[in-house]
């Protein structure tokens, strides 16, 4: 059976990766892509999530912008990682297909109240402002979200963009606490799952060999990132982090973590955006997300390699 996602993005290589997958996997039916600010700013996130549906010649995508800054922040944005225009490593063309017009919240909305029931899953991998935005337009639309997996947030990894906190998180602290507690069915791939999933010198050739243009646009993508986390964290490759979502969806038996407590931070100057996984039991706090924390990278890799091979 066939699972109806929304991926809720801020493109971002890793990102890319990830509606790639999506777009290469029938066990997955993408309902649209909602884009936020977060890697860069939303007028760029949403020109990039159109550049990948046209890589990946499926113009036919619908491309919604959404939230161009937090619930209550300034926007904090990463082109340090991810270049000036979030896709830095290949030239693409711009995209010639149209935005949506309407708001990516609406589309959330309407789309929840119009499937049937527990049937649609949201897939947010940037910052959560749209799908807290929703939740707190749209109280009605909790209940009938089947499941939402998510990256972002970290335990034993700790964070990448303060000691505390994972970008993804961090951004908007506030929208993400609103998700959390939510009651939602919550997966979890935090930076402790995504630092597993590393590029190698191997993967990525495995890549640039495929036919066709995508295979070497995602070496290509992999390539430029992946020199800010080896100098970072002296690692042999970049993780990449949010393909890790979908293949979740795809292959759930890649994957293993514990059922958890999980608060989000959104007071302390030290912590702020900081995901308290309460990973030991040690609170009385009732379980509220299946919080991943490892991963058969190989077979990870060799799903991602063949799903790329079809386009």
Not at 103 to 117: K, N, S, W
Request: charged fraction near 20%.
């Amino acid at each position: 059976m066939t699972r109806k996602i929304i991926i809720d993005t801020d493109p971002g290589q890793d990102d890319a990766v990830a509606i790639l997958l999506a777009l290469a996997s029938p066990e997955v039916e993408l309902l649209g892509l909602t884009c936020v600010a977060g890697n860069v700013p939303l007028a760029l996130t949403t020109k990039n999530a159109r550049i990948v549906c046209e890589l990946a010649e499926r113009p036919d995508v619908k491309v919604f912008a959404g939230c161009d800054r937090p619930l209550n922040r300034d926007l904090v944005t990463a082109e340090y990682v991810h270049g000036k225009t979030g896709l830095d490593g290949i030239e693409l063309p711009d995209p010639t297909m149209p935005l949506q017009e309407q708001h990516a919240v609406d589309f959330i909305i309407d789309t929840l109240r119009q499937e049937p029931g527990g049937t649609v899953t949201l897939v947010p991998i940037g910052p959560l402002t749209n799908i807290a935005t929703a939740m707190q337009r749209a109280p009605d639309i909790i209940p009938r979200i089947a499941e939402i997996v998510l990256m972002g947030g970290g335990c034993f990894e700790g964070g990448n963009v303060t000691p505390a906190a994972e970008f993804n998180i961090y951004v908007d602290p506030e929208a993400a606490d609103i998700v959390f507690r939510a009651g939602v069915k919550l997966t979890v791939m935090p930076l402790d799952v995504t630092h597993k999933a590393l590029t190698t010198n191997a993967r990525i050739d495995a890549f640039r060999a495929l036919p066709g243009r995508v295979g070497p646009a995602v070496a290509s993508w992999t390539d430029f990132f992946e020199r800010f986390d080896m100098e970072k964290y002296g690692s042999e490759g970049a993780p990449l982090h949010d393909p890790c979502t979908i293949a979740y969806l795809i292959q759930p038996d890649l994957f293993s973590g514990r059922q958890i407590n999980v608060e989000i931070e959104t007071t302390s100057a030290l912590t702020l955006g900081m995901t308290v996984a309460d990973w030991w039991g040690v609170t009385d706090r009732a379980p509220n997300a299946f919080f991943v924390n490892d991963l058969d990278a190989d077979a990870f890799y060799t799903l991602l390699t063949e799903r790329l091979a079809q386009f």
